[in-house]
């Protein structure tokens, strides 16, 4: 999600401190799933948590602290949760909220597909699918989101670019630890019902 170049936008905003001290941030999925295109996929906390932690860590840095929630909400035989929510403490003070649902559409006027929001004392950026869709289905979507389509093509050109160019990826491999630290620290909370310190 990363190398869409929106996002990429925003984490410049961020790290120039055009935004002012960074207060919260929200990262929220919600695209149904059925039972049987979800029981090919390891769970919603790894499937698509993953994704979010990552791109948190991105715009916001390191977390300090979570606590977690997920739920199985209507899958009749698939025993996995299909929808999880996630309550951050960042490392340098600002908070955030992560949201992963295969359980159902968002259909409202400004809907939350994939929506990234953060918000600074001195200004605030956005990202979503929404802003590009084709109406036609994709494999586990009623729509294209041609944003998701479009991050695969960048972090391709990305990756071709460094080997024949040289220069630094948007993130590192210690990012990817700590995004992996973050889903085992949710695991745990949803598990033990409590707040887990990174």
């Not at 159902?104 to 600074?120: E, H, R």
Request: glycine share 6%; with cysteine; charged share 20%.
């Amino acid at each position: 999600m990363i190398y869409e170049e929106s996002l990429a936008s925003s984490h410049d905003l961020i790290a120039k401190g055009a935004l002012g001290k960074l207060v919260s941030v929200y990262i929220l999925y919600n695209i149904f799933h059925s039972e049987e295109r979800a029981s090919t996929l390891p769970g919603i906390v790894r499937q698509i948590l993953t994704h979010n932690s990552y791109c948190l860590i991105y715009l916001a840095g390191a977390p300090a602290r979570l606590t977690a929630f997920a739920a199985s909400l209507n899958y009749q035989e698939l025993k996995q949760d299909n929808i999880a929510m996630v309550n951050v403490e960042m490392k340098n003070g600002a908070l955030a909220h992560m949201c992963a649902s295969f359980a159902a559409d968002d259909l409202s006027t400004c809907p939350w597909t994939f929506t990234i929001k953060a918000i600074g004392t001195e200004g605030s950026t956005a990202y979503s699918y929404n802003d590009w869709v084709e109406s036609r289905k994709g494999i586990s979507h009623s729509r294209t989101y041609t944003a998701l389509q479009r991050t695969f093509d960048n972090e391709v050109r990305q990756f071709l670019t460094n080997i024949r160019q040289g220069g630094e990826p948007p993130s590192t491999l210690q990012d990817a630890i700590l995004a992996q630290r973050m889903i085992e620290a949710i695991e745990v909370s949803i598990a033990e019902g409590r707040a887990v310190t990174l």
